[in-house]
């Protein structure tokens, strides 16, 4: 890590020369025990101490309590400026993944979105989430029942297979059994 560190400060110094400076960006993670809720300190970052406090600005990147689709920036070390200062940003929508300013954050802001359930699943089951909640399985199913459409009309439309319609139909009843 030292020698790759000094290679790219001779890069940085050789750029800098011919007037197209570079500016690399290390990437560091979290540690696993890490609580999302919380600003980052170097404490919270894995591998080696060192690269952090040799940093003069070190910015995090993490999840944002007000959805999926943001995140907030902040800084764990800021060489000139104030360090307190986060912001939220969003993906901006475009085919590579970037990022775009949506206001400013604070601390109240860090941490990961609710989850919320549509109010069709209550129940958490393992596996995958499926994307059509029960009564929308079961709308499709008495649809079949009525003969207003196939199974086959279905998984055209919405992908959904006969067998998957079938085993939610059947789970579902089970469980009011119970």
Known sequence: MKQFCEELDDLCSQSLKVGRPITPFKVYHAKPDWNPTKPLTPAS?????????????FVYFTYCKHGSDKRVLGYMKLKHGNKETLSILEYAGTEIDQFRYAGKGSKEDLGEASTEQKSCDV???????????????????????????????????????????KKRIQRARKNTLT
């Open 123 to 165: 129940k958490q089951t393992p596996g995958r989430k499926s994307e059509y909640c029960l009564d929308e399985i079961m709308v499709l199913y008495d649809m079949v029942q009525a003969k207003e459409c196939t199974y086959a009309e279905i998984e055209a439309s919405y992908g959904i297979k006969k067998s998957m319609i």
């Open 45 to 57: 970052v894995r591998g080696n101490k060192k690269n952090v406090n040799f940093t003069n600005n």
